[in-house]
């Protein structure tokens, strides 16, 4: 971006921590083209307590973008289908993966009869406002996120128009999704 900040008017570098699910997983994404020094953390697939305990690890930053997944993503420590995907090895469960996957896993068969039979949504909801209110009361956080409006009302800045209007490969999004999207985090910096 050729914007000047306020950082590199006095000399300084912003270092921009990033963090989040695949909406911001992918290194060449919207998050490079923020100004400053980014070191990008989000991974694919992840649920809402691993955003959490990521940023526990990292608290030197200036800024942070948290960049909130879905609440309906459940906790896995292993994903029996992505465990040795070097891009989704931290995957969590969603219920269209594990439907696609249970035809043919057996482990993911059983994950399926488990959330089809036992699952708890107020559980889940209940723990993902946990999880979100917890993160929000980082300094210095902006929290973001592109999932449904009405499962994610707590967190202020949605994108989830953007992208839908901008569907494609990087980040979900088309180039001109994640040049707006880049902007638009950039203005909240």
């Known amino acids: 971006m050729s914007t000047v900040t306020a950082w590199q008017v006095i000399g300084g570098s912003m270092r921009v921590f990033v963090f989040g699910d695949s909406f911001a997983a992918t290194p060449t994404g919207w998050a490079r083209m923020l100004d400053g020094e980014v070191s990008n953390f989000a991974q694919n697939g992840i649920g809402e307590y691993k955003i959490y305990k990521g940023l ?3 608290l030197n930053f200036d ?3 948290i960049c909130h997944t879905s609440p309906w993503r459940v906790h ?13 090895f931290n995957n969590d469960f969603m219920l269209n993966d594990v ?6 896993n057996k482990d ?4 399926r009869e488990y959330l089809e039979n036992y699952y708890d949504p107020e559980y889940q909801e209940d723990t993902y406002r946990l999880f ?8 210095n956080t902006i929290h973001i ?3 449904e409006p009405d499962d994610t009302k707590q967190i202020t800045h949605n994108f989830n128009k953007i992208y839908k209007k901008h569907p494609g490969e990087i980040n979900h999004m088309s180039e001109e999704g994640n040049k707006i ?6 203005a909240l910096l």
């Open 56 to 58: 526990q690890t990292f």
């Open 63 to 65: 800024k942070a973008v």
């Open 76 to 88: 896995t420590r292993v994903h029996p289908v992505h465990k040795n995907n070097p891009t989704r």
């Open 99 to 104: 439907e696609y996957h249970s035809a043919t």
């Open 108 to 111: 993911m068969k059983v994950v």
């Open 132 to 139: 979100v209110n917890e993160l929000m009361k980082i300094p």
């Open 145 to 147: 996120t592109f999932h």
């Open 181 to 186: 999207i880049a902007e638009k985090v950039q």
